[in-house]
């Protein structure tokens, strides 16, 4: 009988890495379709980024997810982009193809993928708070699939400027920005309404977004990319308005079943991931 104990690898170089639970959510998925994957979560400085990648190449690791504050500086260690996150300008996941490391944004295809399950994006408006990292991910994949229009409402009008030039640019779709310095009325011909601040994560979960609530209507689909608490306070008052509502805990399930059918090919199951990390926040 031939028994084997060489692992596939594939793990995240970020820095802190501790309060991290991808490695719970990857890992989770593995077992239950019989992997004989790891997923190893990596505390990488800065300084070590480059060796950190070296080392991966040199491990054979099929992959590695990048979190902060490497997702910038990775490109330059990697052989290629994919298509947006060459739009985006920032990698969360390395991917080896034919013995080269090619970066990826999975950040803003699993916002998408968990978009899709309610409403297609295609030819309508969306508004969205922020323009962090995370936002500018989770807008240029709105629109590069077909988004007409979006609305940036950031308070920073330089940062927010810089993101609306990039979807001017380089997407189909039309960009404005509107500068956060009141109570932002939702105009009403928006279908799709997105918190892609960090207002309401835990532990400040009594934070309020800065909206007038009675501008948004149960047409509109709202979304918050915030994973802890996954019903933040703004999903719960949308949700009381009637509105379809999509969460935080969906983004990140869907980035990491993004994840691994890049490094497996796998289709794994969201639901053992989301009960793996719903099980994490709980407690």
Known sequence: MSRHFLSQLTGSFAM?????????????????????????????????????????RAMGWAGFNCSLPHKVNVIDYLDGLGTSAAVIGAVNCAVRRDGKFIGENTDGKGFLQSLMTVIDPKGIKAVMFGAGGAARACAVEMALSGLSEIT??????????????????????????????????VP?????????????LYPDIDARVNVEMASITPSMVVGDIIPNPPRTLFIRESEAKGCRVIDGLGMLVNQGVIGIKYWTGLDVDADVMRRTVEEIFAG
């Open 188 to 200: 009403a011909d928006s279908a799709i309404v997105v918190n892609a601040t960090s207002i309401g």
């Open 152 to 185: 940036i409402v950031n308070r920073d009008a330089t940062r927010g400027q810089i993101l609306v030039d990039l979807i001017n640019s380089k997407t189909p779709a039309k960009a404005n920005l509107v500068v956060w310095d009141h109570a932002f009325h």
């Open 16 to 56: 802190p890495a501790a309060e991290n639970p991808t490695v719970a959510m990857v890992e989770a998925a593995y077992q239950h379709h019989g992997l004989d994957w790891r997923y190893i979560n990596c505390e990488v400085s800065p300084e070590n980024l480059a060796d950190s990648v070296r080392g991966a």
